[in-house]
């Protein structure tokens, strides 16, 4: 267990509908990133939140958007859903320790999502 | 231009044998993190090694060592004596900026690798 929790694990909806996948970073981490893995295209970055704040965007398209809440928990909003945004989504949450050096990344167990 | 290049789109091994996997990157920081993750069919991401730009020597964890040739720009993984349970799909990672706020991983296409027995 990486104690990032991402919920719900499958997914499967129509096109045009609208879904939200949660994020819960590992206990301690303030950080949460977003990924999309599809096939064609890879693990892509998404979003980064750190304590409530976005700080990194990457490709997320306009119909998807995130926000991370003052409990830390995240949510990645995905709305006029197409058959190609049907992937894994990951998040990630990471650590600084106090000296400042940050010690890496772990990854939940992703949302799969299917879009039909 | 991708930052991060892996060749080899699958590879077959034979089991206890050692296995090279070949990365290599781009980045004009001089500040960055480069990683490896395994991914089993299962799915989850597993994080197996991490090496910083400035880190005099290649990292190790267990089985897996990290052959980091910073002026070739080369951050190549070696399992030693590889099993079963190492077929998979690995991703090699970097992160630019390591004292950035605004900091994000950028993965390559991953090599999957096959353990025969």
């Known amino acids: 267990d990486s104690g990032v929790t991402q919920t719900p694990k499958h997914l499967i909806t129509a096109t045009g509908q609208r879904v939200t996948l949660r994020c819960s970073p590992r206990s301690g981490d303030l950080s949460v990133y977003w990924y999309q893995q599809s096939l064609d295209q890879g693990l892509q970055f998404l979003i980064h939140?750190?304590?409530?704040?976005?700080?990194a965007k990457g490709n997320i398209l306009e119909r998807f958007s995130a926000q991370q809440f003052p409990d830390l928990h995240s949510e990645l909003n995905l709305s006029s859903l197409e058959l190609g945004d049907s992937a894994l989504y990951f998040c990630?949450?990471?650590?600084?320790?106090?000296?400042?050096?940050?010690?890496?990344?772990?990854f939940g167990s992703g949302t799969r999502l299917t879009v039909v | 231009a991708q930052k991060i290049t892996q060749t080899q789109p699958g590879m077959f091994v034979q089991e206890k044998e050692a296995v090279t996997l070949d990365c290599t990157y781009d980045?004009?920081?001089?500040?960055?993190?480069l990683f490896w993750y395994k991914q089993p069919s299962s799915g989850e991401m597993i994080f197996l090694i991490y090496q910083g730009s400035y880190d005099q020597q290649n990292a190790t964890e267990g089985r897996y060592s990290l052959n980091f040739q910073k002026a070739r720009k080369s951050a190549n993984l070696v399992i030693s004596a590889s099993q079963l349970g190492d077929s998979a799909m690995y991703f090699c990672a970097m992160r630019e900026g390591l004292w950035n706020r605004d900091d994000k991983i950028i993965f390559g296409k991953g090599t999957r690798l096959h353990i025969l027995p």
């Open positions: 980045t004009s920081d001089p500040s960055y993190g």
């Open positions: 990630a949450s990471s650590v600084r320790q106090v000296s400042g050096v940050w010690s890496g990344y772990t």
């Open positions: 939140y750190y304590n409530g704040e976005e700080r």
